[in-house]
């Protein structure tokens, strides 16, 4: 039982620090419709940013400030420069062109800041919490803790007038500008949101296993992430990351021994494909109605 | 002046729908089947055995999926999953003795069998949801063949090709490879070419552009939604077993890997969709350019026209590469086959700048 | 067209040899060191080549061997076979006799061409452990303990301290074939030495351990073998200490290094053992007259602070025994050097142990290993301290399994 207990704690709270890295997936879909197949280089790269102004010899308290301003603005950027030329192509393009952007961002940030993986010590000490026979991640858990308080501060955010204006936006384009909305700038927002989601997913993830390349991978438990919750819920990113989590915990934990490899990976694969073929808008997504 | 029009009338179906009605058109192809045919005879083996031979595989392993995913309009994110399972049926086949042109055959069965099963996803969802269950069943894929010795080959996980031959004549020296994928290169484009003009091909075409539209007019989506992925991975698998046999020769899962599959969409997407000579040029560019690179920036660094770190050197070729496909995306996002046309549209009136009509 | 193909084939033929020929006459022996900057592998290649380079440099320095200097051609590969290809064609052509790939897909993919041109493959602590047996494969050599010797080599060491009968040792390993690559043979060990082993897999790339590791530690174990590398590593040593295992008891196989120790935190780290395959540190003769004669006069190929560091001497290592063999050929076989001379020279070496850097190794033409040699070393909170001398363990048992996978190889597979 507490062997069953401590792999559902640890798994819902890694599950709570991919959703970290899938909710700025998410926000991005939901205000633009982009798939953003770099968010997972996106965190690579935040990572290596606060890495990077560590190593100047600031302290990790002023080099994430520092980060989440370079990431906010790196996501303005990206959508200036980039997403905003391919409003309008098929999904297929803007899927290769956010592939594009993760070569570019693996080729650049590594080569720029160095391929060996760089440590990111942001003084959680590695002494578990143990209650009873549970050892709990003192990492995973002040992760899961600042992964709830980032979503909950996104689901507040929606409730602000910025947000209002995002909620608009994502419900329908046309109708925003009718309106005066500005639907570029709320865009623009959602990728500079984006990026902050990143610095937060690349600190703990990259004080977790190092800083390097492989952070980037972090893109496939984030995407089933957001197919379980849906694409466009900000509750289905919370409750899909925790699904996800304990799901990939406690299976592993009681197949691995027989299957004779780990299936995790199964696991999370399973996760996307049944959800997509029995409910695809995930648990909390919006259902597309098609119009010929 | 390069591509003669006067005197081309058609006065008969058949000659209008002909594949290339212009003669230019045809001497350029002619001019290329000599060259390829000859190749071996004046491009030395480094060029033959790592340029050529590959480029003409993934060309026909683009062109497969270009079906699935520029006529049909099906995405699919685990296509080398599809030439994995080819790949490895192949090999299997061969050892427990059948004879290689029924193994080839064989493969492409397991291939459509398993790949179709990928597809049945595709009836319920579409867009970014088909790309995350064609990712998904590449990782599956991948975890069967990397956990089951049986398939993989053993501890070292890698299984070399038995020796072959294709109807009598063996297939081991380069040469031999060569004009074997050569053949199967221009097999795959033939049908390619042809199945666009089918009505098979046009109610891909068809869904495509709208599966509730098709179904109005009488395409049943169901059946060519499968039929496209059966033979998209028919025609995959046998290329993974060509890939196995004629290039790698000893297969190992990295050469299936997620990595391979988005190189595929790649291909396919900055070679044009749906565009059999962007098949080639697609294939050419995402296998030929980061070589190229790796190799110019290294001679670069060599002669001592830049200096910087070994690391910055190495990852230079990924920073160019990937800003080119996105260049290519938002400056010509019909991809490579189109800025073809361009300049073939451009020839067709030169010297003049437009054309009457 | 008869004239035609018959002209151009016979320019085709004289162009090859004409370039042929350019190659074989200058005093350079070319190494293809065609590895993997930019993907798997990342966390090693930089500092590994960075060594064998500097160490080129250093007997370029020095005046080369027997008036012929070397020249490194370094290429990346991404860890994609097909890049290794056409970069191992390209190398070939330009001259290159000797090829480094340190990637597994990449030395797998090309072990049957290797063999076929005749030209010298080394796989330190990657690709296939069974190339250490020569006969089946002439032009490969392993060079260093395979991960097989790795994992007898740990054993021996618990064994003679504390023993083994009776002991629970748990094999935590990356879910891949090189993760489960120790496994039988320690199987076969537990049988003779009467210990407990359970293997528990965890999934690629190793971020997320957690789970696995909940299941290690009510198995309760004496000793825990970490097997995987990278990031995955240091992930395995904090998830260990942290659910109370202890440091000593965690036993790493050689990819464990400074950066991991950082990444863990330095002090928490204390305690833990890995396999040694070369020394550490830069108090070692050659690494002294790299630092005088490469760092100090400005000729390093990188960041100065990585000289000494774990994979930094064992790609001098590698290089080492490399050059060596390169002398033993040119004393005895003659110049100019091609494949078949070079392997001849690499079989000659005998009790090479590049002046205390690596344990002395002794390569024949059955054995492409060298011996299996290598030892145990320990986190002291600041270096990897030695805690045994070189050794090498129950190499009847490796020997087994190198056997068997060479016949399998031999066997068309």
């Known amino acids: ?32 419709g982009v798939p953003n197949l770099a968010q997972g280089a996106m965190v690579m790269a935040a990572a290596y940013v606060v890495w990077f102004f560590t190593s100047l010899g600031l302290s990790v308290w002023l080099a994430i400030p520092l980060g989440v301003a370079t990431m906010f603005l790196f996501g303005l950027m990206t959508e200036r420069v980039l997403l905003r030329r391919m409003v309008g192509q098929p999904v297929i393009m803007v899927v290769m062109l956010t592939l594009g952007m993760e070569i570019v961002l693996r080729g650049l940030v590594p080569g720029f800041l ?23 991640n003192r990492e995973y858990l002040v992760g899961g803790v600042l992964a709830l308080a980032l979503i909950g501060g996104s689901m507040l955010f929606f409730r602000t007038r910025t947000g209002t204006k995002m909620r608009a936006v994502s419900d329908d384009h046309v109708a925003s500008w009718a309106v005066g909305l500005s639907v570029e700038r709320v865009i623009g927002l959602s990728w500079g949101i984006a990026g902050i989601a990143a610095v937060g997913a690349g600190t703990l993830w990259g004080a977790v296993q190092g800083v390097d390349w492989t952070l980037s991978g972090l893109l496939f438990p984030a995407v089933a992430v957001v197919i379980l919750g849906g694409v466009d819920s900000i509750t289905g990113v919370l409750v899909g990351g925790l699904l ?15 299957a004779g490899g780990s299936t995790r990976d199964v696991v999370t694969s399973l996760i996307i494909l049944v959800t997509i073929v029995f409910r695809p808008y995930g648990i909390f997504g919006r259902e597309d109605i098609e119009r010929i | 002046m390069f591509y003669r029009l006067s005197g081309i009338h058609h006065t008969r179906y058949e000659s209008a729908r002909a594949l290339w009605p212009v003669p230019a058109d045809r001497w350029q192809v002619v001019a290329l089947a000599v060259l390829a045919l000859a190749a071996p005879l004046f491009v030395s083996n480094l060029y033959l055995g790592s340029y050529i031979l590959p480029w003409l595989i993934w060309a026909a392993a683009a062109l497969s999926l270009s079906l699935l995913m520029g006529l049909a309009g099906q995405l699919h994110f685990g296509f080398a999953a599809v030439m994995a399972i080819g790949a490895y049926s192949s090999i299997h086949l061969v050892r427990a003795g059948v004879p290689f042109e029924l193994a080839l055959l064989g493969a492409g069965v397991v291939s459509a069998l398993i790949g179709t099963v990928f597809g049945a996803a595709a009836l319920r969802v579409k867009g970014l949801y088909l790309v995350m269950a064609t990712l998904a069943m590449q990782y599956l894929v991948d975890w069967v063949i990397i956990n089951v010795p049986a398939i993989s080959g053993g501890a070292q996980a890698t299984l070399r090709t038995p020796a072959v031959s294709f109807l009598g004549l063996p297939i081991s020296t380069l040469i031999e490879r060569y004009y074997f994928a050569l053949g199967w290169a221009v097999l795959i484009t033939l049908f390619f070419m042809n199945v666009k003009r089918t009505s098979f091909g046009r109610a891909l075409v068809a869904i495509r552009d709208k599966d509730f539209a098709a179904a109005v007019i009488g395409v049943d989506p169901f059946r060519y939604k499968l039929m496209a992925f059966l033979t998209s ?32 969409v790649a291909m396919v997407l900055v070679g044009g969709l749906g565009s059999a000579i962007g098949g080639y040029l697609g294939a050419g560019f995402v296998l030929l350019v980061p070589i190229f690179l790796t190799n110019f920036i290294a001679g670069l660094g060599e002669s001592g026209w830049i200096y910087i770190s070994q690391n910055l050197m190495a990852h230079l070729p990924l920073i160019f590469y990937g800003a ?34 | 067209m008869k004239w035609f193909t018959r002209t151009a084939g016979m320019a085709a033929i004289a ?24 993907a798997v592998y990342t966390f090693v290649t930089g500092e590994y080549n960075q060594g064998q380079r500097d160490y080129l440099t250093l007997v370029n320095q020095e005046g080369g061997i027997d008036g012929h200097t070397f020249n490194a051609i370094v290429r990346d590969t991404g860890n994609q076979p097909q890049r290794g290809i056409e970069a191992y064609n390209r190398a070939r052509e330009e001259g290159a006799i ?19 041109d005749e030209v010298v493959l080394i796989t330190p602590l990657h690709g296939r452990g069974d190339a250490s047996d020569g006969t089946t494969f002439p032009y490969v050599f392993p060079m260093m303990a395979t991960y097989w010797s790795q994992a007898t080599i740990l054993a021996q060491y618990l064994k003679d301290n504390g023993g083994l009968d009776g002991k629970k040792i748990a094999v935590v390993h990356i879910d891949s074939p090189f993760g489960r690559e120790p496994i039988p043979v320690l199987e076969a060990l537990a049988e003779d030495e009467g210990f407990e082993l359970r293997a528990f897999p965890y999934a690629s790339p190793g971020n997320e351990q957690s789970a696995t590791w909940s299941e290690v530690r009510r198995y309760r174990p004496d000793a825990v073998f970490i097997w995987g590398a990278g990031g995955g590593q240091s992930v395995s040593v904090r998830e260990g200490i942290r659910n109370g295992i202890p440091a000593e008891n965690i036993y790493s196989v050689v990819w464990l290094a400074e950066t991991d120790a950082a990444n863990v935190g330095a002090d928490v780290m204390t305690g833990v053992h890995r396999y040694e395959a070369v020394a550490t540190g830069t108090d070692l003769p050659i690494l002294q007259r790299i630092q005088e004669q490469v760092i100090d006069a400005g000729l390093g190929a990188g960041d100065a602070a990585a000289v000494g560091s774990t994979y930094y001497n064992i790609g001098v290592a590698t290089m080492a025994v490399a050059v060596e063999a390169a002398r033993l050929a040119l004393e005895h076989e003659g110049a100019p050097l091609d494949g078949a001379k070079l392997k001849a020279g690499f079989e000659r070496i005998e009790n090479f142990d590049a ?23 320990q986190w002291n909170g600041t270096a990897w301290e030695p805690v045994s001398d070189w050794f090498a363990a129950y190499q009847d048992v490796v020997r087994e399994e190198i056997e068997q996978g060479a016949a399998e190889y031999a066997g068309g597979n």
């Not at chain 3, 000797?98 to 076929?116: E, G």
């Not at chain 3, 205390?356 to 290598?374: C, K, N, R, S, V």
């Open chain 1, 1 to 32: 039982m507490a062997y069953f207990l401590e792999l559902l704690v640890n798994g819902a709270l890694t599950g709570l620090m991919y959703s970290l890295a899938a909710l700025g997936f998410v926000l991005i879909y939901k205000a633009s």
């Open chain 1, 114 to 136: 160095g391929a060996a993986p760089k440590p990111l010590d942001i003084g959680i000490g590695l002494a578990p919490v143990i209650i009873g026979d549970v050892f709990i």
């Open chain 1, 244 to 258: 996800v989590g304990i799901l990939g915990s406690v299976i592993p934990g009681y197949l691995d021994s027989y």
């Open chain 2, 233 to 264: 991975s028919f025609i995959g698998g046998v290329t993974g077993a060509v890939l196995a046999f004629c290039y790698y020769r000893a297969v190992t899962p990295e050469q299936f890997s997620f990595n391979v599959s988005i190189q595929l």
């Open chain 2, 324 to 357: 080119m496909i996105i260049g290519f995306l938002l400056l010509e996002p019909l991809g490579l086959a189109k800025i073809y046309d361009n300049i073939r549209k451009a020839l067709l009136v030169w010297p003049f700048r437009h054309s009457r009509s």
């Open chain 3, 15 to 38: 162009a090859a040899m004409t370039a042929g020929g350019a190659v074989a006459q200058d005093n350079t022996i070319r190494f293809g060191l065609l590895q993997d900057f930019t």
């Open chain 3, 98 to 116: 000797l090829f480094d790939f340190l990637s597994t897909p990449v030395s797998r993919a090309l072990v049957d061409q290797v063999l076929q």
């Open chain 3, 355 to 377: 002046e205390g850097l690596m344990p002395p190794i002794t390569i024949t033409a059955e054995d492409h290993q060298g011996g299996g040699f290598g030892r145990v070393s």
